[in-house]
């Protein structure tokens, strides 16, 4: 008998919620969407250091390859944006023997460096893909590559908006759809009240670098001579995943 009762309030339950009334109830719905594009756009990160106990004479190299190199580049792919950051010259100390266990301890010295340490970078961004492994290589017979990231331009990025905005109110209909159905409602009977995007962007594509501080010093140091030619790096675009994200409420009549 136990077992017939906890089966009749079980059927009593289910057939409560069956018929829970649904009239001017307000549904709040998350919704996602994504397009993909083989990227199109480079941002490359060049540089050159040098180091000698001469202050002036290091920072002479530096100038003197780096303007070689902003040659390269510009004559390479004259379309490409090229911006030059984070000049930088620092001394280098010897290293300090610790003091032996039992002995006293020195006075300490002034520390005079035995060099110094002098460099600078400059930022490629070019939409010219196909002719990037031949520009990097030339660069590098001056310049190193530090970074290379690929990305979309902000005009693809533009041209695709329409599309992420599209595929996610479409997943927004197809969520609608699939509540209305398990409350046993027809979507006819629901409202849209409110859409609310919360896009989130493509930031890993954005370049944030500071301004370039440039110190010159006369110096009668040589021009370097001219370097081997570099072997093409090999590069593979990639492509670019843009999302969107937004929430829905939707009222049932």
């Not at 059927?11 to 409560?16: L, M, Y």
């Not at 849209?192 to 370039?212: H, I, K, P």
Request: aromatic content about 6%.
């Amino acid at each position: 008998m136990k077992y017939l009762a906890a089966a009749a309030l079980m059927a009593c339950a289910v057939a409560h919620a069956d018929t829970l009334p649904t009239n001017g109830a307000l549904v709040v719905v998350p919704a996602f969407g994504e397009v993909k594009h083989v990227n199109d756009q480079a941002i490359a990160t060049l540089s050159i250091e040098e180091i000698d106990k001469d202050k002036a004479v290091a920072a002479s190299r530096v100038n003197q390859k780096m303007k070689q190199g902003l040659e390269i580049l510009k004559k390479a792919d004259p379309q490409a944006s090229l911006k030059t950051q984070g000049y930088y010259t620092y001394p280098v100390y010897p290293e300090e023997t610790p003091p032996q266990a039992g002995q006293p301890v020195q006075p300490r010295k002034p520390r005079v460096p035995t060099s110094w340490r002098v460099g600078q970078s400059v930022q490629l961004v070019t939409a010219n893909l196909e002719a990037l492994p031949k520009t990097v290589a030339a660069a590098q017979s001056v310049l190193s590559l530090n970074n290379l990231r690929f990305g979309l331009t902000p005009e693809t990025t533009r041209q695709l908006e329409d599309q992420r905005i599209g595929a996610t109110y479409q997943n927004l209909n197809e969520r609608i759809n699939a509540i209305a159905k398990a409350m046993g409602r027809k979507v006819s009977e629901a409202v849209l009240d409110t859409v609310d995007f919360e896009g989130s962007g493509n930031y890993a594509n954005r370049v944030e670098v500071s301004g370039s501080r440039v110190l010159a010093y006369a110096s009668n140091v040589a021009p370097p001579p001219p370097a081997p030619p570099v072997t093409e790096p090999s590069f593979e675009p990639g492509e670019t995943v843009l999302n969107m994200r937004l929430v829905g409420k939707v009222r049932f009549k």
